[in-house]
């Protein structure tokens, strides 16, 4: 298994933050990964436990919310796609800040395919650290102005 965290700190309160962040649909406008979808809606919370979230660009690619903890944490799995990687959990905390959040996102993964862990852990550390970069610049501007 392989360990993978980005973390960022955002100039918005946890609140404003865990709620731009765990909008699944709302991805469509900022993370840069085409159109993101809820495949299913969760319960109470719509983008909450039970959730799935699909990505139209990735091959199929669903996730499903596993843990739900307004504004805190939000946890996920891989439910269809992702090809190669296997037993995947995703968790996004959202801790209080001096400057406003510090937002950490890591991964635990394994892979099919032998040998590969490492490489699939640099391009998931690169594409972490881009949609927050992309979260900062748009989500949360777009959030700030709604």
Request: hydrophobic residues 40%; proline residues 6%.
């Amino acid at each position: 298994m392989r360990r993978v965290e980005v973390e960022r700190i955002i100039e918005a309160p946890p609140e404003a933050v865990f709620a731009r962040f765990t909008d699944h649909a709302g991805w469509s406008a900022w993370a840069g990964a085409g159109r993101v979808s809820l495949a299913r809606e969760g319960a109470p919370d719509p983008n909450g436990v039970g959730c799935v979230r699909a990505f139209e660009s990735a091959m199929g690619l669903q996730e499903e919310v596993i843990e739900f903890d307004p504004p805190r944490q939000m946890a996920y799995r891989i439910a269809h796609g992702g090809f190669p990687i296997k037993n995947h959990r995703g968790e996004v905390r959202f801790e209080p800040h001096a400057r406003g959040t510090r937002l950490v996102w890591s991964v635990e993964f394994g892979s099919r395919i032998p040998l590969t862990e490492r490489a699939i852990a640099r391009f998931l550390r690169t594409m972490f650290g881009r949609l927050l970069t992309r979260f900062e610049e748009r989500g949360m501007v777009r959030s700030a102005a709604a």
